[in-house]
């Protein structure tokens, strides 16, 4: 069965620092998205992503956080400038249509700020 | 932001017993809602969905019921398993928007 998968599962960074957190949604999918949750707390949307530019953003999503589609195959958050309270769980997830249609999760890419 | 709630953070269940997780929201102009599970140190893995134009939908073990005027949506599972405990998110999609807005979920354990 396709999935959706992320790299890496964790990633432990200094405060300042850029990360580029990676995700490959599954192949015939259109719509893609990133979520986060920080610990204790709800799944929270970021950024939704189609036909190569940004469809929706929350406002969490600041300047400070950018996403890619380098290729066919990969989707990537960045986030410039990481601050402690970037700290969460990040989940990529894609869909075949918008809207009505599931969307499907990778396994989440854990991002600590020391 | 607290458009979509689920108040029960934790339900334990006997085995074979009927689970049922319950989600209320507060914005009319969500027509579209899904349930999540979700294990430990893994993502959210789809479960079931309902359009805001039917009131019940099921997949095999799994039903969920929507109440417009109530704007409420339950999930049963039934038979309950050991395997179903994890947590279940309640989610919703609606108007121009096509991000999902979570429920803060709650914990099922399915007892032996």
Redesign the interface.
Same mark, same amino acid.
């Given at each position: 069965e396709p999935e959706?998968t992320?790299t890496p599962s964790h990633q432990v960074t200094q405060m300042g620092q850029e990360v580029i957190l990676r995700c490959v949604p599954i192949s015939n999918h259109l719509?893609f998205?990133w979520?986060r949750q920080i610990l204790g707390q709800?799944?929270?949307?970021l950024v939704?992503f189609y036909n190569n530019e940004i469809?929706?953003k929350?406002e969490i999503f600041d300047d400070q956080f950018s996403v890619e589609r380098p290729d066919g195959s990969n989707f990537t958050l960045k986030i410039r400038s990481t601050k402690l309270e970037d700290s969460a769980m990040y989940?990529c997830?894609s869909?075949e249509i918008?809207?009505?249609d599931?969307?499907?999760?990778?396994?989440?890419t854990r991002l600590t700020v020391t | 932001d607290q458009q979509v709630k689920q108040n029960s953070p934790s339900l334990s269940v006997q085995e074979g017993r009927i689970s049922i997780l319950n989600c209320d929201y507060t914005n009319s102009m969500f027509?579209?809602f899904?349930w999540?599970k979700k294990y430990p140190?893994?993502?959210?893995?789809?479960l079931i969905?309902i359009?805001s134009i039917k009131d019940k939908n099921e997949d095999g073990r799994f039903t969920v019921f929507l109440n417009k005027s109530a704007k409420h949506l339950s999930l049963h599972i039934v038979p309950s398993q050991p395997g179903d405990s994890a947590v279940y998110?309640c989610?919703a *999609?609606g108007g121009a $928007?096509?991000? *999902?807005?979570?429920? $803060?979920?709650t914990l099922l354990a399915v007892q032996p």
């Open positions: 959706v992320q719509y998205y979520y709800k799944v929270e949307f939704s469809s929706e929350s989940f997830a869909s918008l809207g009505g599931e969307q499907y999760f990778g396994p989440g | 027509d579209y899904l999540y140190a893994e993502g959210p893995t789809f969905s359009s998110f989610a *999609l $928007t096509n991000k *999902l807005i979570f429920g $803060t979920g």
